[in-house]
């Protein structure tokens, strides 16, 4: 059953800090209330990757590249 925001669905990857969130489990809730399924891991079936510095020189950000 889908909720009707955009993000319902996806798979979503989180790097770094959170600057719109007092941490990382509010944004995490948050994603997964809007119906978003949070992963540790970047792969191809990562639809969607918030990062708040895309200098950062994570193994993650790498592989999304």
């Given at each position: 059953?889908?909720?009707?925001?955009?993000?319902d669905?996806?798979r979503?990857?989180i790097i770094?800090?959170?600057e719109c969130?007092?941490?990382?489990?509010?944004?995490?809730?948050?994603i997964e209330?809007?119906?978003?399924?949070?992963?540790?891991?970047?792969s191809?079936?990562?639809d969607?990757?918030i990062c708040?510095?895309?200098?950062?020189?994570?193994?993650?950000i790498?592989?999304?590249?």
């Amino acid at each position: 059953e889908h909720n009707g925001y955009a993000i319902d669905g996806l798979r979503v990857a989180i790097i770094g800090k959170t600057e719109c969130f007092n941490n990382l489990d509010a944004l995490k809730e948050f994603i997964e209330g809007l119906g978003g399924v949070v992963v540790s891991k970047v792969s191809g079936n990562t639809d969607l990757l918030i990062c708040n510095d895309m200098s950062n020189t994570s193994s993650k950000i790498k592989k999304s590249k």
